[in-house]
């Protein structure tokens, strides 16, 4: 059975008229005339009925985690997010070790083909990435009773980029002490300490970085790089080379893309085939761009000017061209909220999904009655999201109280009957109304 949600949709013609577009390969499909709840609503409805992959690229960092909070709602754990760096990061061998751990986490479910909803900004997925194939080489299992020197493990770890300490703390770290090797891989939780007995794997467990106690046994850990751009150390000597005579300063950097004989991908090349684009607002989309790379200019300008990076270092960002240009292949669904050019895509369907945010109540109760009231009158069904159930309960006995007849509570796959109120638990950033099909959805955030 269909849950309320789909139910909507199904009943908007904008909304089928777009799905059988982007089954049948029309693509983009441009939709204008769609608020910003809309957009979480109609993304998951595409990825219940066209594909369970998909990738959403807005204009800012701001955005995208508003987004990412409305499909959370919709979609739950199928949805992660992708943040953006901070532009410096981008030219030195520093970088922020929580967002490096949220990207390389996107980047572990895409290799494994995991069902999931990417939400990212543009200049999150500005910078190339290494080809699935090669960056799936720095990615390790080491398993007990597995026959390995201690020396290959710690160069496997200096190639993925780990950090040699006097003990183990935080993620991306490791430390070797005779027979024994603490690694706390950089998307773990937990720290593990791998025990041999001489070149054989004899054990391996969590631990507490505190009491150093142990916690778990384990058959096997995954290790993955802690850099999205990794080279092997030959690969850096024979580029370095070419430029020895460029600057007297040694370069610090580990970029290095000029002459590397890799063909470089963006975030979009790990996705399955048949997957989706959404892309929101690609006017403001362009802008952000335009600006972010002014940034990085004057960052690389600035380098430059200390020798601490070279001329090439700067093409580890793809051009706009380039982006568009892959986005175009795939199966593309653009926002737009007035109706524009949307340059340089060429739609082949232009539709509407008519919705209109809801205005807040400020805790008046009474208002909110008369609203109810007069909705009710008009046929109106109306869904309201409570934080918990708790307060839903709450909520419904103070209506119950007012005189509001027909309120339901915690059932999503309920049938939409006009005039009834459904109490569910969840949340979004703001309430809708949908005239076309007589239906309100109020949250917490409207009423008090």
């Not at 893309?257 to 362009?286: A, G, T």
């Not at 600035?302 to 700067?314: A, R, T, Y």
């Not at 007069?374 to 005189?403: A, C, F, P, Q, R």
């Not at 049938?415 to 949908?434: N, S």
């Amino acid at each position: 059975m269909e849950d309320i949600f789909k139910e909507m949709l199904n009943k908007m013609p904008g909304y089928n008229q777009g799905k059988e577009g982007l089954i049948e390969g029309e693509s983009p499909i441009v939709y204008h005339e769609i608020g910003e709840t809309s957009k979480s609503h109609l993304i998951y409805g595409m990825v219940k009925d066209v594909s369970p992959t998909a990738l959403v690229i807005t204009y800012s960092d701001t955005q995208a985690n508003k987004l990412y909070e409305d499909l959370s709602f919709f979609l739950g754990e199928n949805i992660m997010y992708f943040p953006a760096q901070p532009t410096l990061y981008y030219f030195v061998d520093a970088h922020s070790p929580e967002i490096s751990i949220e990207r390389i986490k996107v980047l572990r479910a895409l290799i494994n083909r995991e069902s999931k909803v990417i939400v990212a900004s543009i200049e999150a997925i500005m910078k190339k990435l290494l080809p699935i194939e090669r960056y799936k080489n720095y990615w390790h299992i080491f398993k007990v009773g597995q026959i390995i020197e201690i020396e290959e493990l710690q160069n496997f770890l200096i190639q993925s980029g780990y950090e040699r300490v006097e003990e183990v703390e935080s993620p991306g770290q490791y430390n070797i002490r005779g027979g024994i090797v603490d690694i706390y891989p950089i998307i773990s939780d937990l720290p593990f300490r791998i025990e041999f007995f001489d070149n054989e794997i004899d054990s391996i467990r969590s631990f507490d970085t505190l009491t150093q106690r142990s916690i778990d046994k384990y058959t096997d850990i995954e290790v993955p790089p802690t850099k999205e751009l990794i080279f092997l150390e030959i690969d850096k000597k024979d580029n370095l080379v070419k430029y020895e005579k460029e600057f007297s300063k040694n370069i610090k950097n580990e970029l290095y893309l000029s002459s590397m004989e890799y063909d470089f991908v963006s975030l979009m090349d790990y996705f399955p085939k048949d997957f989706i684009i959404f892309l929101d607002q690609p006017h403001r989309i362009k802008e952000r761009f335009d600006s972010v790379s002014s940034e990085l200019q004057e960052d690389f300008k600035g380098l430059l000017e200390k020798e601490e990076v070279i001329p090439s270092d700067f093409e580890v960002f793809f051009p706009y061209y380039d982006l568009t240009k892959r986005m175009n292949r795939e199966r593309l669904c653009i926002f737009q909220t007035l109706i524009r050019r949307v340059d340089p895509f060429v739609p082949k369907k232009i539709l509407s999904l008519v919705s209109y945010p809801t205005h807040p109540f400020h805790g008046k109760l009474s208002l909110l009655v008369e609203e109810i009231a007069h909705w009710k009158k008009k046929g109106y069904s109306i869904i309201i999201l409570s934080d918990t159930y708790k307060k839903g309960e709450l909520l419904l006995e103070n209506l119950v109280e007012m005189g509001i007849e027909g309120v339901f509570i915690g059932n999503p796959e309920k049938a939409l009957v006009g005039g009834e109120i459904i109490i569910l638990k969840g949340g979004i950033q703001r309430g809708v109304e949908y005239p076309e099909i007589k239906t309100i959805i109020l949250t917490e955030k409207e009423i008090f």
